[in-house]
């Protein structure tokens, strides 16, 4: 098999009349599937390099991107509520050629736009397949560094390792239901999206508007949905429901540190996994059974072993790491992206060839278990100094969510007139739960330069649409 659509093809040859993808309006089969994104890559100009999606989740959605890939086009997803800004910038440095939009975002870029509604016609069309295992199937954008986003090109070959790997570790079959859930522009996306429907199983996409923990669990029992995929506060949210959907086997946390206490009732009802992956090496380069496994003494979950055909390894300055010692995650194997996008010489420095490997520099560091799982730490910038001190950011977090008066908590740096670091955290308390108990506790397990100077009372967590805390919509606060 070459590309993504090939697949696709062997699966309308194989269950032309199975249902391969469903929303709230529609379901078609593996047939009409590919007849729809034919005549969606029929409206594309003859030569497209990459091919902008601006596009409420729906059937028309998922078959404007295999249009774009039968094109031998990469897609750029983008979601519509996106700041305009950030969208004009993606479609401009990305030199998106054309836009695949509903008609209410025609207007959010001033490229040409493709529109593709709801209910769009399905017409008796066949179109050449102009990809290969080498085309870029798309470009996901993550925060930079310098505070512009960096857009990683990702190829069909990573993409169908990926998809192959997921199969390998779950074990999946045609009666499998995968929930589409995720924001586009986040790896969690192309893991639902590719590793149901490369691998032939039905692809069940939500209303966007019913997406809190009630409805989405109605849905889940309604379309016998057997997997799903999340980040870990959505896992925290399912974790204190009484019931789950019985159809569900599988629920798989990413994009984050997964704790023992967002998931410590659903691990005896369901398997639960956690995963880890930069969106550099393709969704997933690791992944944990939780469901068999130990939560470490910080209270979180290993990331596990590497995924099929991903080799995992740990260093310091670029040499091996005993076991057990703490060293920079570097990844290698079918997974590994073309890297980014653009004018980005520094930031292609963390890809590098090591021992013949192409292999990527996460940032992130780990250590490896006696059990051979990787232990996930921290990022290797997460140290700030207080008072002369090395304090890990990560290593206060850990301690403040291993508090029973504490259901989420967010620590953040910052610095004063001074330039002098202090830490402010962010909690969401538990029910009865005293500010004066939580600071009893951490007096207990901190040393005084490691409590945090502000500790600011909220509601609820405040996130981004990829389920990060979402530090733009926290308090703000600046030592006097």
């Known amino acids: 098999m070459q590309s993504i659509i090939d697949y696709i093809e062997l699966n309308r040859k194989q269950y032309p009349d199975h249902i391969a993808i469903k929303d709230k309006n529609r379901e078609l089969t593996w047939n009409e599937l590919v007849l729809l994104a034919n005549t969606i890559a029929s409206r594309l100009p003859h030569r497209v390099d990459r091919v902008g999606i601006i596009m409420n989740h729906s059937v028309e959605m998922i078959a404007s991107i295999l249009a774009v890939l039968k094109k031998g ?53 066949e179109v050449m397949n102009e990809s290969t295992s080498q085309s870029e199937a798309y470009v996901l954008y993550t925060s930079g560094t310098t505070g512009t ?68 669990m109605k849905f889940v029992e309604k379309h016998h949905i057997t997997i799903m995929s999340g980040f870990p506060y959505l896992i925290q949210e399912i974790n204190e429901l009484d019931e789950l959907p019985s159809s569900l086997r599988l629920l798989i946390s990413g994009g984050d540190v997964l704790r023992g206490s967002y998931c410590d009732h659903l691990v005896d009802k369901v398997t639960v996994y956690n995963t880890y992956g930069p969106t550099e090496t393709t969704v997933c380069a690791t992944y944990y059974n939780c469901s068999k496994g130990e939560v470490l003494e910080d209270g979180t979950y290993p990331v ?159 996130l981004t649409p990829n389920g990060k805390v979402d530090t733009d919509r926290l308090p703000h606060i600046e030592r006097r």
């Open 73 to 125: 086009a990469g897609y750029v997803p983008v979601e519509p509520f996106f700041p305009k800004e950030r969208i004009y910038y993606m479609m401009e440095e990305s030199q998106a050629d054309v836009i695949i939009a509903n008609s209410q975002y025609q207007n959010l870029t001033h490229k040409d736009t493709v529109i593709v509604d709801e209910g769009f016609i399905i017409e008796d069309k």
């Open 149 to 216: 986003p960096k857009g990683i090109s990702v190829a069909h070959h990573n993409v169908i390792h990926y998809s192959q790997a997921f199969a390998n570790e779950f074990n999946l079959t045609l009666d499998d239901v995968m929930l589409q859930y995720s924001v586009c522009s986040f790896d969690i996306f192309v893991e639902e999206v590719f590793a149901s429907l490369i691998n032939g199983i039905t692809l069940a996409i939500i209303d966007e508007d019913h997406k809190d923990v009630a409805h989405t």
């Open 304 to 462: 596990g072993k590497p995924v099929l055909n991903v080799e995992v390894f740990l260093l310091d300055d670029l040499q091996p790491v005993n076991k057990g010692e703490t060293g920079e995650i570097c990844i290698a194997g079918k997974g590994v992206s073309n890297g980014y996008i653009g004018n980005r010489k520094k930031e292609n420095k963390a890809f590098i060839n090591y021992k013949g490997k192409r292999l990527y520099r996460s940032g992130d560091l780990g250590y490896e278990l006696p059990s051979g799982d990787i232990a996930f730490l921290h990022r290797k910038d997460s140290q700030i100094m207080i008072y002369g001190k090395r304090v890990e950011i990560s290593e206060v977090e850990n301690v403040m969510a291993n508090s029973d008066d504490i259901r989420q908590v967010y620590v953040d740096a910052k610095k004063d007139k001074n330039n002098l670091s202090y830490m402010i955290a962010y909690i969401v308390k538990e029910e009865g739960a005293t500010l004066e108990g939580i600071k009893d506790y951490l007096k207990d397990y901190l040393t005084d330069y490691m409590i945090p100077e502000y500790i600011i009372e909220i509601e609820d967590m405040p």
